[in-house]
């Protein structure tokens, strides 16, 4: 299993473009999540998604749209990037959000600077 | 507000001494406890979990925690460092039955970031 991907790995954009990270997963999970870490700040949620077709806001939406037209694939869009969205972000995914402990399994992070 | 509080934002520790990574959480229901590492330009790794039961958590890697009610404390240990083990640490907890929009919420601490030198 190749667990969770992400692409890319680094990206620099120009302030009001747009663009798509996309994340996937080869475990089957029902779960899925994006992260925002910021320096100092630890890793904050931005949208979650419990099955396909099926998405929620986490703690930090603003500028960002997700969709999960699949169970493998949750992309993060971008739209109008802004300096604030420079950050690492992480694609995460579980079995299931609401079991005991259920661990949440991370990907490699888009490096993203807005310019 | 329920919050997860690392203690140091950098430790420096010499090649073979204890390390010690400090994580207190703040909450009045023992929630579920984590620590993640994150290796230069890689994705978070889960080290270790508790959930219940024994409250002394083994990971991988050598490292251990443990669970303390009384003193809402999970710390991070290793006996020995190794310059392998240099990397940032993420204390991170789920809270017991209080589910957020239908998933238990990850609560991460801000992180510690672990030297080893020779």
């Known amino acids: 299993n190749a667990g969770v991907t992400q692409t890319p790995k680094f990206r620099i954009l120009k302030i009001g473009q747009s663009m798509t990270l996309q994340c996937t997963q080869d475990?089957?999970?029902?779960?899925m999540y994006w992260y925002r870490q910021d320096p100092g700040m630890g890793l904050k949620l931005i949208y979650y998604?419990?099955?396909?077709?099926?998405?929620d806001k986490g703690e930090v939406p603003n500028g960002y749209n997700v969709s999960r037209s699949t169970t493998e694939d949750f992309p993060l869009r971008l739209e109008l990037a802004a300096p604030s969205q420079t950050s690492v972000y992480f694609c995460?995914?579980?079995?299931?959000?609401?079991?005991?402990?259920?661990?949440?399994?991370f990907g490699p992070g888009t490096r993203l600077t807005v310019l | 507000a329920q919050s997860v509080t690392q203690l140091g934002s950098h430790v420096s520790v010499s090649e073979g001494a204890l390390v010690l990574l400090r994580c207190n959480y703040s909450?009045?229901?023992?929630?579920?406890l984590f620590w993640y590492v994150q290796y230069p330009n890689q994705g978070l790794q889960l080290l270790l979990k508790y959930t219940t039961g024994a409250t002394l958590v083994k990971g991988i890697n050598g490292f251990e925690a443990e669970f303390k009610k009384s003193e809402t404390s999970f710390h991070l240990t290793k006996p020995s460092a190794h310059m392998s083990d240099a990397a940032e640490y993420f204390c991170a907890v789920i809270l017991k039955g209080q589910f957020s929009g239908g998933y238990n919420k990850l609560i991460f601490g801000a992180g510690t970031r672990l030297a080893v030198h020779p």
């Open positions: 909450s009045s229901v023992p929630p579920y």
């Open positions: 998604s419990v099955g396909a077709g099926i998405t």
């Open positions: 995460a995914s579980s079995y299931s959000g609401t079991g005991v402990g259920d661990t949440q399994y």
């Open positions: 475990m089957n999970h029902n779960y």
